[in-house]
T-cell receptor, first 115, second 115 residues
Framework: EAQVTQNPRYLITVTGKKLTVTCSQN?????MSWYRQDPGLGLRQIYYSMNVEVTDKGDVPEGYKVSRKEKRNFPLILESPSPNQTSLYFCASSTLQRGGKGEQFFGPGTRLTVL | AQTVTQSQPEMSVQEAETVTLSCTYDTSESDYYLFWYKQPPSRQMILVIR??????QNATENRFSVNFQKAAKSFSLKISDSQLGDAAMYFC????????????FGTGTRLTIIP
């Protein structure tokens, strides 16, 4: 089954404790992205990657890091989480092949609470 | 920068009736995609319908259809024969057909179905 997986689905942590949210896709997609969803703000892009070893900042990158060492994986790293990073996080992927339908496939979301 | 506006935070409709959700966007580009995503209580992001800007014909998917007005930069979603399972948050999203391929989301419309 074609899918994007994220782990963990729920996480409660404390300020300053480093954490990683994993994202993996099995569709051989070149493009992967992280979004955060906050009430009244919709979803906003944190970081994205066009291919292996190619990453760049989105609209709200402060406090986050990413890496793309393998095509299927795109982990989101919070080196020193703060309460304002409490949010719902989504990983998404899509093909960059011409003729693709432009659709991004989303993971199930990770609910992060930073105390 | 592209922006997406959903001016209706909440909408309600009687079961079996028709409802229209509004979305406007701002862009200087001519080649782009527009999407409607549904987010039920499970929080999963589900693609409802997509529209390619160069296609004049409005997209339809079963009970879901759009009214795409390119000159007016308007992209409304019509849900016919509303069902209880349609209750969700609906997000309008824009994506350029080049560059980052970031999805820019509106703030969402929460749709309630009245039995």
């Amino acid at each position: 089954e074609a899918q994007v997986t994220q782990n963990p689905r729920y996480l409660i942590t404390v300020t300053g404790k480093k954490l990683t949210v994993t994202c993996s896709q099995n569709m051989n997609h070149e493009y992967m992205s992280w979004y955060r969803q906050d009430p009244g703000l919709g979803l906003r892009q944190i970081y994205y990657s066009m291919n292996v070893e190619v990453t760049d900042k989105g609209d709200v990158p402060e406090g986050y890091k990413v890496s793309r060492k393998e095509k299927r994986n795109f982990p989101l790293i919070l080196e020193s989480p703060s309460p304002n990073q409490t949010s719902l996080y989504f990983c998404a992927s899509s093909t960059l092949q011409r003729g693709g339908k432009g659709e991004q496939f989303f993971g199930p979301g990770t609910r992060l609470t930073v105390l | 920068a592209q922006t997406v506006t959903q001016s209706q935070p909440e909408m309600s409709v009687q079961e079996a009736e028709t409802v229209t959700l509004s979305c406007t966007y701002d862009t200087s580009e001519s080649d782009y995609y527009l999407f409607w995503y549904k987010q039920p209580p499970s929080r999963q992001m589900i693609l409802v319908i997509r529209q390619e800007a160069y296609k004049q014909q409005n997209a339809t998917e079963n009970r879901f259809s759009v009214n795409f007005q390119k000159a007016a930069k308007s992209f409304s979603l019509k849900i016919s024969d509303s069902q209880l399972g349609d209750a969700a948050m609906y997000f309008c999203a824009y994506r350029d057909n080049f560059g980052n391929e970031k999805l820019t989301f509106g703030t969402g419309t929460r749709l309630t179905i009245i039995p």
